[in-house]
């Protein structure tokens, strides 16, 4: 059985926020002490602790756990929250329970598991927005929900900013694990094979920015066999 795992994209679907007990929304980022304070914003990171002591992340499980039928603050599905058609595409190609989404905010999660509203990436930022970009060595305590056996085979879409983390998320998993890369510089992981997709745009040169999707929809239409 083939998993798909793909990484999470920057542009969003408008979701739902945690509350805090003042009634700020709370906004998850990667670095919030670089975010000015206001009126409206609580700017949080996953594994900051609320005035109870609980944690975001911890609240999220519990959310999940008890509230998901119901979903009274409107979170999303991990892969309707993310605005390229790509995610519904693997979906409805592979089968929900088959689908993986690589959060740089939540770490390894089910394409159906609901997530609020965030803005944290490990790709490369302009300099107002610094806030976002999640560091190499920056601590979160990542979900890893990925669950295989020695039949499957994983493949990941994503650029090299964000291979590491899927490396490290499934490296205690012996299925066969497929890195699908776009870069000149082919990853090198110990038992990971890697396979390079390349797309000419309009203008005849390679896509860079945003590959993944393209890739996911040949994929899907079985031009881009693995």
Excluded at 20 to 33: I, N
Excluded at 183 to 208: A, V, Y
Aim: a positive charge; proline letters at 3%; hydrophobic letters at 35%.
């Amino acid at each position: 059985m083939k998993k798909i795992v793909i990484q999470c994209a920057g542009t969003k679907n408008p979701c739902g926020s945690f509350v805090d007990k003042v009634g700020k929304l709370v906004k998850f980022v990667a670095q919030p002490e670089l975010c000015q304070s206001n009126e409206k914003f609580n700017f949080q990171k996953p594994d900051g602790l609320d005035s109870d002591g609980i944690s975001w992340r911890d609240k999220l499980i519990t959310y999940n756990k008890t509230q998901y039928k119901e979903n009274p603050l409107k979170f999303l599905k991990a892969y309707e929250l993310y605005k390229p058609a790509a995610y519904k595409g693997l979906v409805d190609k592979f089968g929900i329970e088959n689908v993986y989404i690589l959060s740089a905010g939540w770490g390894l999660v089910n394409a159906d598991y609901l997530l609020p509203d965030y803005d944290i990436t490990f790709s490369s930022t302009k300099k107002k927005d610094k806030y976002k970009k999640r560091k190499v060595l920056d601590y979160f305590n990542d979900f890893n929900f990925i669950d295989s056996n020695n039949n499957d085979e994983i493949i990941f879409l994503g650029g090299k900013s964000y291979q590491r983390l899927f490396v490290k998320l499934t490296n205690h998993l012996s299925s066969k694990k497929v890195i699908v890369y776009n870069s000149d510089k082919m990853p090198n992981f110990d038992q990971i094979k890697s396979e390079k997709f390349t797309k000419l745009g309009k203008s005849g040169k390679r896509l860079n920015m945003n590959w993944q999707y393209e890739c996911a929809k040949e994929i899907i239409n079985e031009k881009f066999k693995i």
